[in-house]
């Protein structure tokens, strides 16, 4: 989030984000959940509107970019659009399954801004 906030691109969907944030945040005092995949995939087909990426093609992503190689360049890069790229993409089902438990947690799960987070929380 704090890579995105100084491109000029980004800025309009960084307020958004950071709006939609705090509205959960306040809504929810006692504890939220936040899913911030860098990338989802799922489905049967690609498309541009809305964009979608397809299981078969997402999944060979995810698999080569949470090999161990990659997640140990992952692992020491720097900050920034490199380390965001090396993400490994997340399945919409696996997103789904980590709201689901966020939503029917007491306390929420909070922050659920990586790969590992996110895969973690749906298991």
């Known amino acids: 989030k704090q890579f995105g906030e100084g491109i ?3 800025k309009d969907y960084m307020a958004g984000k950071t709006v939609s944030q705090e509205a959960v945040l ?3 005092p006692n504890g ?18 809305p964009p979608r990426v ?6 060979f ?11 140990g360049i992952t692992n020491i890069t720097p900050e920034g659009i490199i380390k965001i790229a090396l993400e490994p993409p997340v399945n919409v089902d696996t997103v789904a ?16 801004d990586t790969y590992d987070k996110i895969k ?3 298991s």
């Open 61 to 71: 992503i995810e698999a080569l970019l949470s090999s161990g190689p990659i997640r």
């Open 32 to 49: 939220a959940t936040l899913i911030e995949p860098t990338f989802i995939y799922g489905g049967d087909s690609f498309s541009l509107t």
């Open 26 to 28: 306040s809504s929810f």
């Open 8 to 10: 000029a691109l980004l």
């Open 54 to 59: 397809a299981s078969f093609y997402g999944e």
């Open 97 to 112: 399954a980590a709201a689901v438990k966020g939503a029917l947690g007491s306390d929420g799960l909070g922050e659920l």
């Open 120 to 122: 973690i929380a749906a």
